[in-house]
RNA sequence: GCGAGUGUGGUGGAAUAGGCAGACACAGCAGACUUAAAAUCUGCCGGGAAACCAUGUGGGUUCGAGUCCCACCAUUCGCACCA
C-alpha cells in the first residue's frame, strides 16, 4: 500500500523542483518555435485572489504545459496591472501611500498564484507602477502626441458638489456620489484625447486577419458602429449660421418635420440675441446635465424638450420652415449633435412628436403610422417625397446623396460610434503626462526622451483639490519647470493617465523586460509577437482590448512594431459566480476564498475543478461540494498505484487509451476542459473495472492528466520508477488504427422515434442493415400493417419511414 | 434602451456537421464494511402503471430538431473615468 495522498507535501515539493530547472522560462533562443501564451494580468486589489482569476489562469497553463511537451518554446508571462482608483481610494481613507498599498498587494497576489502551482515565467514578471515599465508608457504617450494622435478638448467629467471631486462613472450611483450621496453634476474640464478614431476603418477591416471568437469580432465592429450615411446641411431662417445632421436615411428627409439639437449645442449660444425663450432653454440645458448619456439615450423614458422661439429651420428638400428643439436624446458626443427628425420612420422621433404634437407625414408606404413608426421600410415606396416618389428606399437613398452633392446642401458621409479616448484623469496613482505648458512658447512641449521616466511628486494629500483637480496641482515645486525648448518658466500637466494606458502594451514589455534602452529589443519583439493565444473577460472586449489594438497599430505605424495586430487568437472565459448565481462581490456575501479551500482539498484539486466545473466560454455558479468531488477523483487516481504492475500497454486497452488521448488533446485545443477531465474520469473508472493496471497504462493517464493536475502526476510518476519528468515528457499522438470498432450499435427509428438497437460488424453494407432493421422482431411488430416508405441510413441511425 | 450571449433532470453540465437526449460529476436515497461515525465500495437516481411525454414558451422547415428559421418570455455581460 503507498502512503496516502497528501498534496500540502507533495505540491510545495514540485514547485521548487520546477522552480530550480528553471523549466518554465521562456528562452531567448529566437531559432525554436515559438507559442506566447498571454492571460490577463490582475489589479491587485486588496481583497487577494479570488476563484474568478485561476479560471482564466489555468486553461491557458494547460495549453502552454501542452504546447512545452510538444516541443515549443513558450512564453507564459505574469505581472500586475497596479495603477487605478480602488487602491487611490484606499490610501486616501488611510493616509498609507499607495506605493506601499501596492507593495503588500502584489506580494499577496504572487503568494497566492505561486501555490497555484502555474507555470508561469517569473523571471519576466513585470508591474506597470514600476518606474522602469511606465517609463515606456510616458515614451509611447510621447509618440502619439508627436504623431498628432494626442489632443486637448473640453469634456464633461462627473462632479461631486459637495466632496468636490471628480468621480468616475462608477462612483455615480443613481446620479448621487458613491461616497457621500452629494448631488452629481457634469463638470466641463480640459482634457487630454487620443485619437483613436482616425484608426475606426483599421479597426474593423483588420478583425478579419485574425482569429477572435464571434461574439469578441462582433462585440468589437458594434462598438465601432460604422454606418454609412449623408451630412445635410439646413439653413436658418435667420443669418448664415447652418446646422449639419448627420442621417443613415438621406431618402427620408421630404418627412423630416422638425429638427432636434443637443441642449449643449454650440448654435443656441451663438443664436442667443435671436432665441426669446433663453430663459427656458437654459433650465432644461441644467437638468440635462445631470443625466448620464446612459439615461439620456433610454428609449422607454418620456421625451422631454423645448421649442427653440424665434428661430427656424429650413427643411432642403421641401423649402418648409420646420421647427428647432433641444432634447436630451440628442447626444453632442455621436454625429453632429443634431438630427433631422422623421417621425414617420423613427421610433424616438415618433414618439417625441406625439409628446409634443408634432406633424407626422408619411413618405415610405407599407406602414401604419397612425399607429407606429415604420421603421423597418426597407421594402416600401417612397411617398409625398417629390422626386423620389415611386423608388425603393436604396434607390432613393442614392438619389438623394446625389442631389444633395449636386446643390451643395450635403456630402456622402461614414459615420462611428466610436468616441476618442478621454486620456486625463484628476488623479494622484497614474504615470504622470509627461509635458509642460511653456509660458513663452504657448503650447505644450513633450519632455527630451532622456527626462524619462517622469515619477510622480510625493504629495501629502492624495485627494483631488476642491475644484476637481489632480492632487498633484498641490506639488508646487514639481508643477514649477523649465522649457525643455526654450529654457523659459514652464508648468508640468497635472493630469495623470487612465489605469488603461499601462495595459495598453504590456503584452510588449513580457518579451524582453529587463531592457533600459527600449520598450523591447526589435528581434525580441519580432519574434515573439503576435500573441499566440489571448484570453480574457469578455468585459474587455470593447474597452482594453480595442485600446491596445489601436496603440498597437499606432506603434506599428511608427515602426517600433512589424505586426499590425498585436492578438493572433483572443478566447474568452465566462465569469465564476457566487454559490447562489449571483455575480460574486463582498456586498452580496457569497466570496469565496481560495486560500481555505486549498487547504483543504490542494491546489491540484482546485485547478481540476476550476476547469470541469462547466463550459469554459460560460458564466457559471461556484460549488465547493462541487470541488470535494475533484479531490476524491484525485484520491482515486492516486490509489491506482496499489494496483500497478510492471508492463507495457496491453492490447486489451489501446482502444480506451488511444480514444483518451485523442478525446483530450483535441478537447483542450478547443478549451472543452470539461469534457477532457470526464474522459479522463471514465478512463479512470475502466481501470477500476480491471484486476491490475500496468505501469506503461497508468503513465499514460498522468501524461494526460499533468496540464491540469501537475504536482500529483510528477509525483506519481516519479513513485512509480520514471525518472524523466512530466514537463519534460512529449505529448502522445493517437493511432488510428486502435480506434477502430469491431461492431457498431445502430438505433433503429420508426419515422424518427428510436424503438430498437441492433449490432452489426463494421462494414456491414446498408442494403444488409436495412435487412436486419425489418427483421427485428420489435420492429416488425410496429411496423405491422404499416407500408415502409423508405428507409434512411446516416452515421448510427437507421429510420424506417412507414405510414 | 442599445450591443452581445445564455436557457436541457433536484444541481453543474454532455450531446464534433440536423441523427439513440441526460456522458461526467454534485446532491439525494438504499445497501456493504464499522460498536458507531468518517472514509471507501455496490446499486438506484427526468415524469408516467403503461402507451408515451420531456431540452424556456408558441409556431415553422425536415424522414428526423436541444441543434436551423420566425415571434415571444426569462436571465447574464458591456455601455466609453471600475479593472
Avoid at 505574469?78 to 506605493?99: Q, S, V, W
Avoid at 450635403?410 to 497614474?430: A, H, I, M, P
Avoid at 416488425?780 to 434512411?792: A, F, M, P, Q, S
Amino acid at each position: 500500500m503507498v502512503d496516502r495522498y497528501n498534496p500540502a507535501e507533495i505540491e510545495p515539493k514540485w514547485q521548487k523542483i520546477w522552480e530550480d530547472a528553471h523549466c518554465f522560462e521562456a528562452k531567448n533562443d529566437f531559432t525554436q518555435k515559438k507559442f506566447y501564451a498571454l492571460i490577463e494580468f490582475p489589479y491587485p486589489s486588496g481583497a487577494g485572489l479570488h476563484v474568478g482569476h485561476p479560471r482564466s489562469n489555468t486553461a491557458l497553463d494547460i495549453i502552454s504545459r501542452k504546447r512545452r511537451m510538444e516541443g515549443y518554446n513558450v512564453l507564459f508571462p505574469m505581472g500586475y496591472d497596479a495603477f487605478g482608483l480602488p487602491t487611490e481610494n484606499y490610501a486616501i481613507k488611510t493616509g498609507c501611500h499607495p506605493r506601499v498599498v501596492t507593495e503588500t498587494n502584489v506580494a499577496k497576489f504572487r503568494e497566492q498564484l505561486k501555490r497555484l502551482g502555474f507555470s508561469f515565467d517569473w523571471s519576466r514578471e513585470i508591474n506597470t507602477t514600476d518606474p522602469s515599465y511606465f517609463k515606456w508608457t510616458q515614451w509611447i504617450f510621447l509618440q502619439l502626441f508627436k504623431r498628432g494622435l494626442a489632443y486637448k478638448a473640453e469634456m464633461p467629467i462627473n462632479f461631486c458638489t459637495s466632496c468636490k471631486v471628480g468621480l468616475a462613472n462608477e462612483e455615480v450611483v443613481d446620479g448621487k456620489c458613491d461616497r457621500c450621496g452629494g448631488e452629481v453634476v457634469r463638470k466641463v474640464k480640459t482634457q487630454w484625447m487620443l485619437k483613436i478614431t482616425a484608426y475606426a476603418q483599421r479597426l474593423i477591416d483588420n478583425l478579419d486577419m485574425v482569429d477572435f471568437i464571434d461574439k469578441v469580432k462582433t462585440q468589437q465592429r458594434n462598438w465601432i458602429g460604422r454606418s454609412e450615411g449623408a451630412e445635410i446641411i439646413f439653413k436658418l431662417n435667420h443669418g448664415d449660421l447652418t446646422l449639419k445632421v448627420f442621417t443613415t436615411r438621406p431618402d427620408t428627409i421630404f418627412g423630416a418635420t422638425y429638427m432636434v439639437i443637443s441642449p449643449e449645442h454650440p448654435m443656441i449660444d451663438s443664436k442667443s440675441d435671436v432665441i426669446s425663450n433663453m430663459d427656458d432653454i437654459i433650465a432644461y440645458r441644467e437638468k440635462a446635465a445631470k443625466k448620464s448619456d446612459f439615461e439620456r439615450s433610454e428609449l422607454s423614458k418620456e421625451k422631454t424638450g423645448v421649442m427653440l422661439k424665434g428661430i427656424m429651420a429650413i427643411n432642403p428638400a421641401t423649402g418648409l420652415e420646420i421647427p428647432i428643439w433641444i432634447s436630451d436624446y440628442v447626444l453632442m458626443g455621436y454625429g453632429t449633435g443634431a438630427i433631422m427628425a422623421v417621425p414617420a420612420h423613427d421610433m424616438r422621433d415618433y414618439d417625441f412628436a406625439k409628446a409634443f404634437d408634432m406633424p407626422i407625414v408619411e413618405v415610405v408606404s407599407g406602414g401604419n403610422i397612425e399607429r407606429e413608426a415604420f421603421v423597418e421600410c426597407s421594402t416600401g415606396t417612397l411617398v409625398n417625397s417629390g422626386f423620389l416618389n415611386g423608388l425603393s428606399v436604396d434607390e432613393a437613398k442614392k438619389a438623394m446623396i446625389n442631389w444633395l452633392e449636386e446643390n451643395g446642401l450635403g456630402t456622402r458621409k461614414v459615420n462611428f460610434k466610436l468616441r476618442d479616448w478621454v486620456f486625463s484623469r484628476q488623479r494622484y496613482w497614474g504615470e504622470p503626462i509627461p509635458l509642460v505648458y511653456c509660458e513663452h512658447c504657448k503650447r505644450w512641449v513633450p519632455l527630451p526622451e532622456d527626462q524619462l521616466p517622469l515619477m510622480l511628486p510625493e504629495v501629502q494629500e492624495f485627494k483631488p483639490s476642491d475644484m476637481g483637480e489632480s492632487p498633484l496641482v498641490h506639488a508646487t515645486e514639481w508643477i514649477n519647470t523649465t522649457c525643455p525648448e526654450c529654457g523659459g518658466p514652464a508648468k508640468r500637466e497635472t493630469d495623470i493617465m487612465p489605469q488603461w494606458a499601462g495595459s495598453s502594451w504590456y503584452y510588449m514589455r513580457y518579451c524582453d523586460p529587463h531592457n533600459d534602452e527600449r520598450l523591447a529589443a526589435r528581434e525580441a519583439l519580432n519574434y515573439w509577437l503576435p500573441v499566440d493565444w489571448y484570453n480574457g473577460g469578455m468585459e474587455h472586449t470593447t474597452l482594453h482590448l480595442l485600446y491596445s489594438r489601436f496603440w498597437h497599430k499606432a506603434l506599428y505605424d511608427l515602426g517600433v512594431v512589424d505586426t499590425p495586430e498585436p492578438y493572433l487568437k483572443r478566447t474568452s472565459h465566462g465569469m465564476v459566480l457566487g454559490e447562489n448565481g449571483e455575480k460574486m462581490s463582498k456586498s452580496r456575501g457569497n466570496v469565496v476564498n481560495p486560500d481555505v479551500l486549498i487547504d483543504e482539498i490542494g491546489a491540484d484539486a482546485f485547478r481540476m475543478y476550476e476547469m470541469f466545473m462547466g463550459a469554459f466560454d460560460q458564466p457559471i455558479p461556484w460549488s465547493t461540494s462541487g470541488a470535494k468531488g475533484c479531490r476524491r477523483f484525485l484520491d482515486r487516481v492516486w490509489r491506482l498505484m496499489d494496483m500497478a504492475v510492471d508492463g507495457g500497454i496491453r492490447d486489451q486497452n489501446k482502444h480506451l487509451i488511444h480514444s483518451t488521448i485523442k478525446k483530450v488533446s483535441e478537447d483542450i485545443e478547443r478549451m472543452k476542459f470539461n469534457t477532457a477531465i470526464a474522459a479522463l474520469m471514465s478512463m479512470v473508472n475502466e481501470f477500476y473495472t480491471m484486476e491490475s493496471v500496468t505501469k506503461d497504462e497508468l503513465h499514460m493517464l498522468l501524461v494526460l492528466l499533468s496540464p491540469v493536475s501537475p504536482h500529483i502526476c510528477e509525483e506519481m510518476n516519479r513513485l512509480l520508477g520514471y525518472t524523466t519528468p512530466l514537463y519534460a515528457e512529449t505529448w502522445p499522438a493517437w493511432d488510428e488504427s486502435a480506434l477502430v470498432e469491431a461492431s457498431i450499435e445502430y438505433g433503429v427509428q420508426i419515422n424518427g422515434k428510436v424503438k430498437a438497437r441492433i449490432t452489426a460488424p463494421a462494414g456491414t453494407e446498408n442494403s444488409e442493415l436495412e435487412h436486419i432493421a425489418i427483421e427485428n422482431a420489435d420492429v416488425k411488430r410496429l411496423i405491422e400493417g404499416l407500408t415502409v416508405r423508405k428507409v434512411i441510413i446516416v452515421k448510427n441511425i437507421i429510420n424506417i419511414v412507414a405510414k
